[in-house]
């Protein structure tokens, strides 16, 4: 039972790079979202993904573009990293849109941009 | 703006009650999430809902702008970052920034 499968745990960029977070869950769940957490901070939602074919923006949008590839898998792009970006991020999914049950969590990834 | 608010730090001693508070401005808010976060791993529920209720050694209490986490005879392996969490029909799930809690043996 692998619940959400983030890949990779680790990662270091230059400023300008750019880099996909890879993100799958396999409990059939509709919605799917991405969080970043800096200290002190807590967890700020990045996109979030109602449904299959739907994104949103979150919180804190700007830079960083998603990819909602089918019902299991929603993947989170810098397409020009700046050292801002440099957080650990978080994928989460949940059966229904703001409903009232839960969030399941992966193990995050932790990217750093020099 | 919708806000959830909890301390940044709490600490406890070995066996103790540790109570962890929250309160929100979410409009419209009626439904609370406590999660517990590892380090290195993902943030796990402990305990939700829109009225009191308990899971193992986690106790919540509910009010309408407040929520409490109660975790009955405290570990040093409850040493984590807990987040409370607002859930609202008007607006999307509202994390707090989470209480660091601290264990003295």
């Known amino acids: 039972n692998a619940g959400v499968t983030q890949t990779p745990k680790f990662q270091v960029l230059k400023t300008g790079q750019s880099m996909t977070l890879q993100c799958a869950q396999d409990m059939n769940h509709n919605s799917m979202y991405w969080y970043r957490q800096d200290p002190g901070m807590g967890l700020r939602l990045i996109y979030y993904s109602a449904s299959e074919g739907t994104t949103d923006k979150g919180e804190v949008p700007n830079g960083y573009n998603v990819s909602r590839l089918n019902k299991r898998e929603f993947s989170l792009r810098l397409e020009s990293a700046a050292p801002s970006q440099t957080s650990v991020y978080f994928c989460a999914s949940s059966e229904g849109t703001w409903s009232n049950q839960p969030q399941h969590f992966g193990d995050g990834t932790r990217l750093s941009i020099l | 703006k919708d806000q959830v608010f909890q301390p940044s730090t709490v600490a406890s001693s070995e066996g103790a009650v540790v109570e962890i508070f929250c309160n929100h401005s979410?409009?419209?808010?009626?439904?609370f999430f406590w999660y517990l976060h590892f380090p290195g791993c993902a943030p796990r529920l402990l305990v939700k809902?829109?009225?009191?209720?308990q899971q193992g050694r986690y106790n919540m209490t509910y009010e309408r702008f407040s929520s409490s986490l109660l975790i009955l005879q405290v570990r040093e392996a409850d040493a984590a970052v807990y987040y409370c969490?607002?859930?609202?029909?008007?607006?999307?799930?509202?994390f707090g920034s989470g209480t660091r809690l601290s264990i003295r043996p």
């Open positions: 809902g829109s009225k009191p209720s």
């Open positions: 979410v409009s419209n808010a009626y439904n």
């Open positions: 969490a607002c859930y609202s029909s008007a607006s999307k799930i509202i």
